[in-house]
């Protein structure tokens, strides 16, 4: 079978097509809008003469982004191309597909595995980590016209969607208002039994940047909140017996009324003030500029688990004994709060690349950061003081090159602990574009695989050594036949994992994944064909990941009308047959388990999808292999994912 995997791939790659690089913006380009842009206006383009038309202004063609951490380096806003609008999960809009527990929003694990990058003390709860938007994770726009997207998501019934909204708008004297909200709803009755999710994400921030003055300052605030309601799994669940959408409302979940809620709620004002950076009358260039930069910043997190008993639970406890510890039901609760300061000092050059976005030719910078944390388990309070060096070191001595080292040190409060990341680019041209990363990190045990408590008491005491892991990673992309492979290795020393009986426990050997990847578009005139493949090979014994995963999308791509861009086709996506986690609720982790083995699946969801300017409209079924079989996929066990539906979206952008 791994011979086979090899040849599907080799076959692939060695496919003849056509590949459709990325537009860049043309620094002397006349103003007009081309045809293709997400901004034309057919209508208006017919009705105005040549000299009418709208031309575009420096700063009004494109929007760019830019957070907080480092406001001189941005990237341009792309969000109104049809290409992958469908993939409305938020598990399959990312590079690599998550898992999760079927439903949007509910708990995921990365089927690609990527390093985890800590900074002070850690919980050890990142099952919604896909869908939290951290203060660092904020877009700030530059832009002349207000901007303001929307998008609208339908599920199976009503109660059962995804909505978002972003706002952003300039003011006198710099200032950049931005507003961001996400709604994740699935509390219809067309889901499984005893599962709801309600999951929301509001962010909040202002941009003083007065033109010429010294002084800037952002202003952040973000609320994330999850609540659900999660089953543990379905009993005895046999593919044999299941039917339509309708029918899962009678399966039997293994706990019938356990509830999670996780909030998070962080405020960050953060200053820097600009010393140099004066233009050079001669060259017309900017001068190196020096900056001081301070942010506080305020993190308070609640953590609650609640599983009410009852006689619904019998097949859960009888599975899992050890969690058998009070008829009336378990709970566990923590809050963990922080206050941080951060005062450092930086020098750069800033410059701006070929397509408009400002960037830092090179860039040093060192800071020292200081973390008050207080943790509240139960009737337990402790307080801890964290002391952290950074340091970055970066050069970009054209938009073909650059390089950028990130490093930090625990100095107090985990001494010892560190991270130090490289990351590289080289454009050759039509030679190809090499991607390079390397990462070296030390970092202690999360608090909850230390010790967890349930009811008030301890169901696990662990001491545990610190974790060591290497991550080497490459990636190549030949232009000319549009093939991007890559190769990742990571090695893990002391990897700490949750068993079969749901406690942790550190691997007494080194553990290795190998990681093969490889991306190709092709092109058969109004054809289109995109393909993403995963390889990876761990030790199965303390990673559960598929061998083979791929994702493909086969439509036609045409203009009708002369101003509707359509895409109608299929997503087919499939993985190999592995032993997949199990999510346990009330442990509130992904573990081992040893039930249920997946054989190779494949899902195939039809689409069709529509842009007229910036307007853009999906519809989608999804698993549509379900109509001719009642095999379901199972990502993680005891879990599988919903049956047959029809999903609906709907997104505008709009300008002024």
Do not use: C
Request: aromatic share 12%; hydrophobic share 35%.
């Amino acid at each position: 079978m791994r011979n086979g995997w090899v040849y599907i791939l080799l076959v692939l790659l060695s496919m003849p097509g056509t590949w459709a690089g990325a537009q860049v913006l043309d620094p002397s380009d006349t103003g007009q809008l081309d045809p293709s842009d997400p901004d034309y206006d057919a209508a208006s383009a017919r009705r105005g003469q040549p000299q009418e038309q709208r031309e575009v202004l420096p700063d009004t063609f494109g929007i760019f982004i830019y957070q907080v951490d480092n406001p001189n380096q941005e990237v341009q806003f792309r969000d109104s191309l049809l290409n992958g609008f469908q993939k409305f999960e938020p598990d399959r809009a990312v590079d690599f597909d998550y898992a999760t527990l079927g439903q949007i929003g509910t708990p995921a694990y990365a089927l690609r595995y990527a390093p985890i990058r800590r900074r002070g003390l850690e919980v050890g709860l990142r099952q919604f980590d896909l869908y939290r938007r951290e203060v660092e994770q904020l877009d700030f726009y530059r832009l002349e016209r207000p901007f303001t997207y929307l998008r609208y998501l339908r599920g199976s019934a009503q109660n059962d969607g995804r909505l978002t909204a972003r706002f952003s708008r300039n003011f006198a004297d710099g200032v950049n208002l931005l507003l961001d909200y996400d709604r994740i709803f699935q509390t219809g009755q067309q889901g499984y039994p005893a599962t709801a999710v309600r999951n929301t994400s509001v962010s909040t921030g202002l941009a003083i940047r007065p033109p010429g003055r010294r002084y800037s300052g952002y202003f952040t605030y973000s609320a994330n909140t999850f609540e659900e309601q999660q089953n543990g799994g379905i009993i005895d669940f046999d593919v044999e017996e299941i039917g339509v959408l309708g029918d899962q409302a009678t399966l039997e979940p293994l706990l019938a009324n356990t509830f999670q809620r996780q909030s998070f709620r962080q405020a960050t004002a953060t200053q820097y003030l600009q010393f140099g950076a004066a233009t050079d009358t001669l060259t017309g260039r900017e001068r190196r500029a020096f900056t001081v930069k301070h942010q506080l910043r305020i993190d308070r997190r609640a953590y609650r688990m609640s599983s009410l008993r009852t006689v619904e639970d019998t097949a859960y406890y009888a599975r899992l004994p050890q969690f058998d510890l009070d008829d009336r039901g378990l709970r566990s609760q923590l809050e963990h709060n922080m206050i941080s300061n951060e005062l450092g000092l930086s020098t750069f050059r800033r410059s701006q690349s070929g397509s408009r976005e400002t960037v830092q030719k090179d860039v040093l910078e060192v800071s020292l950061v200081h973390q008050l944390h207080r943790v509240l388990q139960d009737a337990r309070d402790s307080t801890a003081n964290f002391v952290l060096a950074t340091a970055r070191v970066g050069l970009r001595p054209s938009d073909r090159l650059q390089f950028l080292i990130d490093a930090q040190l625990n100095l107090l409060g985990q001494i010892g602990d560190y991270r130090i990341e490289a990351t590289g680019e080289l454009d050759l041209g039509q030679a190809g574009k090499l991607e390079l990363l390397g990462l070296n990190q030390l970092y202690s045990p999360d608090l909850l695989q230390r010790t967890y408590l349930l009811n008030g008491s301890e169901f696990y005491d662990r001491n545990f050594a610190k974790t060591l892991e290497l991550r080497l990673e490459g990636a190549y992309t030949l232009p000319f036949i549009g093939i991007r492979a890559g190769l990742a290795y990571s090695l893990l020393t002391n990897y700490i994992y949750f068993d079969r009986a749901g406690t942790p426990v550190q691997s007494s050997s080194p553990n290795s994944i190998i990681q093969l990847t490889a991306e190709r578009d092709f092109t058969f005139g109004r054809y289109r064909l995109d393909n993403r493949i995963l390889l990876q090979q761990a030790d199965e014994d303390v990673f559960r990941l598929p061998q083979l995963y791929g994702e493909h999308s086969l439509y036609y791509a045409g203009k009708w009308f002369g101003v509707l861009n359509v895409n109608l086709g299929l997503d087919v996506r499939y993985a190999s047959g592995f032993q997949p986690y199990y999510y346990n609720p009330i442990l509130q982790q992904f573990q081992l388990q040893d039930r249920q083995q997946t054989d190779f699946y494949v899902q195939v969801d039809p689409f069709f999808s529509l842009r007229v300017t910036r307007f853009r409209f999906f519809v989608k079924f999804i698993q549509a292999q379900t109509i001719i079989s009642d095999r379901l996929l199972f990502l993680t066990a005891e879990h599988p994912y919903p049956d047959g539906a029809l999903r609906l979206g709907a997104s505008w952008r709009l300008l002024d």
